[in-house]
């Protein structure tokens, strides 16, 4: 999605260019931006309930990491936001609103919960509102970006010497694992995304549904 990053980055003339060079931009390129500027809108809108979660129910949330069957609980509870992505109704021409957005973001929010998958609640809260699934894969992976970079922000600021060399040190020793999360994780998109747009989305509810109730049953 750099494209379509770079047009919302670009949008922002709108707003902060002068008038003087904001009269040079033709009238294709200004309803382009005005698009683009909306959408960037929209992903912030939809980051705010990740935020609030994040950073006034940081210690809540993390309690649960403690417990593999509520993992496993919750693994159960993705496999049916999938599932329940088939009831989705098509809409050709729904246009992505605030409120949608929001709600978007809130499915965001509650996959902080281990167990819960960010992509699928996100992906499966927009095909319930009515979203193409292209659309909903775009608008999910975008959302992804700040609640992401932010959380890796805390997360770097609290490590031992909030933030300076120490801090430093432990994040190269990090950089394997980053490696082969950046490899794994860009081959899983390209499959999700290929899965998505032959419509067999909730396909991905059995796998989540055997790995919750195995580990159920083993734990």
């Not at 992903?43 to 935020?51: D, Q, S």
């Not at 069957?69 to 989705?88: P, Q």
């Not at 040190?169 to 995304?193: D, K, Q, T, W």
């Amino acid at each position: 999605y750099r494209r379509r990053l770079w047009r919302m980055l670009v949008s922002l003339r709108l707003l902060i260019a002068p008038p003087g060079r904001r009269a040079g931009i033709s009238a294709d390129e200004r309803s382009a931006d005005r698009e683009h500027l909306r959408l960037a809108w929209l992903v912030a809108l939809g980051t705010v309930p990740a935020v609030i979660a994040g950073l006034f129910f940081k210690d809540f949330f993390e309690r649960f990491f403690y417990s593999p069957h509520l993992v496993s609980i919750f693994l159960l509870v993705t496999g049916a936001l999938l599932f329940c992505s088939r009831l989705a109704v098509r809409v050709d021409e729904r246009r992505l609103l605030w409120w949608a957005a929001l709600l978007i973001g809130v499915a965001q929010a509650a996959a902080i919960f281990p167990g819960i998958s960010r992509s699928g609640a996100t992906i499966a809260a927009g095909l319930l509102l009515g979203l193409k699934p292209g659309e909903a894969a775009e608008f999910s992976f975008l959302l992804a970006l700040p609640a992401i970079l932010g959380a890796g922000l805390l997360e770097f600021l609290g490590l031992p010497g909030g933030g300076t060399s120490a801090a430093a040190a432990e994040m190269a020793a990090l950089l394997p694992g980053f490696a082969a999360a950046l490899v794994s994780g860009y081959l899983a998109i390209v499959l999700l995304l290929k899965v998505l747009l032959a419509g067999r989305f909730d396909r991905f509810a059995y796998y989540c549904w055997s790995v919750g109730i195995a580990g159920l049953v083993l734990l």
